[in-house]
């Protein structure tokens, strides 16, 4: 049974520069969450999908947008990247958009680097 | 504004030995908290929860203490083990939110040394 799997693992981008990170939820999910991970920081909520619709929202500006298919997996896309974007991004899927934080399983992260 | 504040980076602790992780919160409307431990190139991983009406919850070789007048949490591992060499998140949430939105600390650190 595939765990929540994630790709690219690393990625460098310069400012200004679009970036589209991917997700697959773990098998029987269909809700994804997107955290980011400063360095010396702990995961910040970005958004949450289910049903193809953004759920729930952090305080991150417009620039992160996101997405999420018909098969559950999702996209998170950040545009005009700032050297602030550089963080560990995280996704992790739960079954059904009220599931308790313990059934949330996060997978192992695509780490971002802006220069 | 850090709401959950681990303020210890890193911890070293012989094995056999307990360890004891403190995490303090700073919003009254939290009532449910968590732990997760991550190992590098590993998403996080939850460990054990406590709600407010607790003041203690215990699995296995994990508790955690909840002290709300003081806004104060605590995991301790006993024995600590080579295997629990890791970052340790503290993470809170409060009453109607999401399950995600859950606002995490910024981690300790644990090596456990022979």
């Known amino acids: 049974d595939a765990g929540v799997t994630q790709s690219p693992t690393h990625l460098i981008k310069t400012r200004g520069q679009q970036v589209t990170l991917r997700c697959s939820p773990k098998?029987?999910?269909?809700?994804v969450s997107w955290y980011q991970q400063a360095l010396g920081q702990g995961p910040q909520f970005i958004f949450q999908?289910?049903?193809?619709?953004?759920?729930q929202r952090g305080n991150f500006p417009d620039r992160f947008s996101g997405h999420q298919f018909p098969n559950y997996s999702s996209e998170l896309n950040v545009n005009a990247l700032l050297l602030g974007d550089s963080a560990l991004y995280l996704c992790?899927?739960?079954?059904?958009?009220?599931?308790?934080?313990?059934?949330?399983?996060f997978g192992p992260g695509t780490r971002l680097l802006v220069l | 504004d850090q709401q959950v504040k681990q303020n210890s980076p890193s911890l070293s602790v012989q094995e056999g030995r307990i360890s004891i992780l403190n995490c303090d919160y700073t919003?009254?409307?939290?009532?449910?908290f968590l732990w997760y431990k991550k190992y590098p190139a590993e998403g996080p991983t939850f460990l054990i929860s406590?709600?407010?009406?607790?003041d203690k919850n215990e699995d296995g070789r994990f508790t955690v203490f909840l002290n709300k007048s003081a806004k104060h949490l605590s995991l301790h591992i006993v024995p600590s083990q080579p295997g629990d060499s890791a970052v340790y998140f503290c993470?809170?949430?409060?009453?109607?939110?999401?399950?995600?939105?859950?606002?995490f600390g910024s981690g300790t650190r644990l090596s456990i040394r022979p």
């Open positions: 993470a809170a949430s409060a009453p109607y939110s999401s399950a995600s939105k859950i606002i």
């Open positions: 999908y289910y049903e193809e619709e953004e759920r």
């Open positions: 098998s029987g999910h269909d809700t």
């Open positions: 406590i709600s407010s009406i607790k």
């Open positions: 992790a899927s739960s079954l059904g958009a009220g599931a308790t934080q313990e059934t949330q399983y």
């Open positions: 919003n009254s409307m939290f009532d449910y």
